[in-house]
């Protein structure tokens, strides 16, 4: 979960939130979330129990082959031809083909492959749905925590002005000691709503 948080975090913080989408960040879960992997892995594990279920009821396939040299003087009796001598190799090649007699063990053994293996489809599809959930949520609510924050950045730049303005207003003569008050009160507020916003921001980070 760690993982993930900061996944949405650096994407989030990289492109202005707005650039990076959600699919990019769902992606980059598929690909480093620790549940959803464990659960990959479990379905590769469950196909190869399967696989090997089923390869105690189909025929197998022995193939073979063999090279021989030989060296062989031939006389022809009653002649007076001399030896004639011949040199060449002999190749033969075998196939076997072996079906497996009715084992009901190995009937047995291949179901049970079925079933684990159908199991662990349905535990991958879960841990996707699960990574799909669980991105969305960090996703908008990283996203929904840096827009207020933004916002309020801007409220506060806004109040920062009226407040120098307020106290360029006093110096002259133009405004009295409670609007220069007011305004640093407000300025005050918005300096404690960033805060806060700022520090929801981490929280949501963090949360996961």
Partial sequence: MKKLSLLVAAACLSGAVGATDLMQVYRMALDNDPQFLAARYQQD???????????????????????????????LRGSNLPKANAKYNSNGY??????PLFRWQNI???QQGKMQAAQAEAQFAQARQDVILRVATAYFDVLLAQVNLDSLQAQKKAIAQQLEQAKK????????????????????????QEIAADSELEIKRRAL
Wanted: aromatic share 6%; proline share 2%; no cysteine.
């Fill in 45 to 75: 594990a469950g196909r190869e129990k399967e696989a090997q279920g089923l390869s105690g009821l189909l025929p197998t396939l022995g193939v073979a082959a063999n090279t021989q040299w030989n060296d062989v003087d031939r006389e």
């Fill in 94 to 99: 075998t196939a076997t083909l072996t079906q």
């Fill in 108 to 110: 047995v053994s291949y």
């Fill in 169 to 192: 207003n006093f110096e002259v003569g133009t405004a009295t000691i409670v609007d220069q008050h007011e305004a640093q009160s407000r300025f005050d507020l918005a300096t404690a």
